[in-house]
Each structure stands twice: as C-alpha cells, then as structure tokens.
C-alpha cells in the first residue's frame, strides 16, 4: 500500500522558520513528482510548489517563491519543504501529494487531479 505521511507542523512566529517532511512508504519516490498543497481555513487549497525526482527540478508558486525550497532527502525516502521567512499567510494545513511523473515532463503543482497518492496534512500556524 502507497503512504504518504506528512510531519513537521508546527506553531510558529513570523519571520521564523519550519521544516516538513514526507515520507513514502510502500514505493520508491525516484519515479515521482511531489507536490506541496495547502489549504487555510474557509480557503481553497493552494498549489505552493513541486518537484520531479528524477530530473531533482523544482518549481514553486509565486506566494512562496524565494521563501521555499523543496528537496530531496537523501538519507530517507523522502522530500522536504523548507519554509523560510514565515507569514501570517502560511498559516494552512499542508499537504504532500505524488503521482508517477512522464518522462521528459516537468512537474506541475497547479493541478492536484493528476496527484493520486496523498498525506493526511500537517498544521502549522505562524502568529505572534
């Protein structure tokens, strides 16, 4: 069975930093993109940034661009969302999703339909 799991989420003040996790279980993310999603109370989820694992590219939403990376980790199968700079803004539920990726293709984080494995969400919160 193909697990994605979250961890991470935390209470925060702004201008500090945070580091999420996904973690794979059941299958190798090599073949993968990954995307990151997040969805505020009495918002839409947001799209925030993705990566290709087998090409190690990523893109990134203009909300989080600058602020954000997303890697892999090496020593787990894994990929993390290092989130510099917090706002208020940030405060969501974030999501992790993956889907095989097409060969030669770049990854997408604007369409979460083509995502078919998902986390259950980490909160984090960022407020004085």
């Known amino acids: 069975q193909l697990q994605l799991v979250e961890s991470g989420g935390d209470f925060v003040q702004p201008g500090d930093s945070l580091r999420l996790s996904c973690a794979a279980a059941g299958f190798t993310l090599d073949l993968y993109n990954i995307a990151w999603f997040r969805q505020a109370p009495g918002k839409e989820r947001e799209g925030i940034g993705c990566?290709?694992?087998?090409?190690?590219?990523?893109r990134y939403g203009p909300s989080v661009s600058g602020r954000f990376t997303i890697s892999r980790d090496d020593a787990k199968n894994a990929v993390s969302l290092q989130m510099n700079s917090l706002k208020p803004d940030d405060t969501a539920v974030y999501y992790c999703?993956?889907?095989?990726?097409?060969?030669?293709?770049?990854?997408?984080?604007?369409?979460?339909?083509?995502?078919?494995?998902w986390g259950q969400g980490t909160q984090v919160t960022v407020s004085s």
């Open positions: 999703a993956a889907h095989v990726a097409d060969p030669g293709s770049v990854c997408t984080y604007q369409d979460a339909a083509r995502y078919l494995y």
């Open positions: 990566i290709n694992l087998r090409y190690k590219m990523a």
